[in-house]
């Protein structure tokens, strides 16, 4: 039996109604479902507090989608995981592609991130991936090996330790073409190996979520893999009824 955990990402969606009926309707259906895996919640900051509030009592974690690499200070706009942690965030989400791409973020400044979300015993959700053109050049286990090697440059031989990973390839997100779930597993078996060769932590003790397209359709297939530990969602996770569905499908196999 596999524990498994499984992530909604909001990203830049939700409002007060959303969060309203979401929590509603989840509250309703979902008790024995929600026990056996680990669900968590990531929503946009301006909403983690009201989350917090919802979630309260339903084995459910609160996750946040990013921190800036200040603690404190002149720097306008930005949260610190210091902020995070003191309103009961518990997972952050660092080096999403939409970061890496839309904000300009570099492997070292996801390091540092990862690094900060580490040093306040948060727990990081490390996102790494390849695009469509590496893909067709054959360059994933390349990038996933670099995007791996800027943190233990920063971290050293422990840097893996109490944090998740999510796999998620770039041209799966948000286009509705999930991965092959046997290619995911070969990409993850690669990723804990690799990781199991430089870090004192061993290969069963690494969490490593997809993420990229996952529906209720194509979950079961997935989860059936062992070696794919969890699901990071994005466009499933807004809607209650489909969140849930993929709750069940994960409850009933794992
Ligand atoms: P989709 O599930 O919408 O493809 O998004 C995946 C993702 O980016 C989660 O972080």
């Known amino acids: 039996m596999k524990k498994f955990f499984i992530i909604a990402n909001w990203k830049l969606n939700g409002s007060k109604k959303m969060i309203a009926n979401f929590f509603k309707h989840l509250k309703f259906h979902s008790s024995t479902y929600l026990k056996k895996n680990t669900i968590i919640i990531a929503p946009p900051t301006i909403y983690l507090e009201r989350v917090y509030k919802n979630i309260n009592n339903m084995n459910i974690m609160l996750g946040a989608q990013n921190i800036d690499i200040n603690l404190q200070g002149a720097f306008t706009g930005e949260n610190s995981v210091l902020m995070l942690q003191d309103i009961g965030v518990k997972y952050v989400i660092v080096g999403h592609s939409e970061r890496r791409l839309l904000h300009y973020e570099t492997d070292d400044i996801i390091a540092k991130k990862f690094h900060l979300i580490k040093k306040f015993n948060l727990i990081p959700i490390l996102c790494i991936g390849e695009t469509e053109i590496d893909k067709k050049n054959g360059q994933t ?114």
């Not at 948000?174 to 061993?202: M, R």
């Open 141 to 254: 286990q390349t990038i996933i090996k670099k995007q791996l090697n800027s943190i233990f440059k920063k971290l050293g031989k422990s840097a893996f330790k109490n944090t998740i990973i999510a796999y998620e390839p770039i041209w799966a997100i948000g286009t509705g073409l999930s991965a092959n779930p046997e290619d995911v597993q070969c990409i993850h078996k690669f990723i804990k190996s690799y990781i199991e060769k430089y870090d004192l932590i061993n290969a069963e003790d690494i969490t490593v979520q997809y993420g990229g397209s996952i529906n209720h359709c194509n979950a079961k297939k997935f989860i059936e893999q062992p070696d794919i530990n969890g699901f990071l969602i994005g466009n499933s996770s807004l809607s209650s009824e489909e969140f849930l569905k993929i709750i069940r499908i994960a409850h009933d196999i794992t």
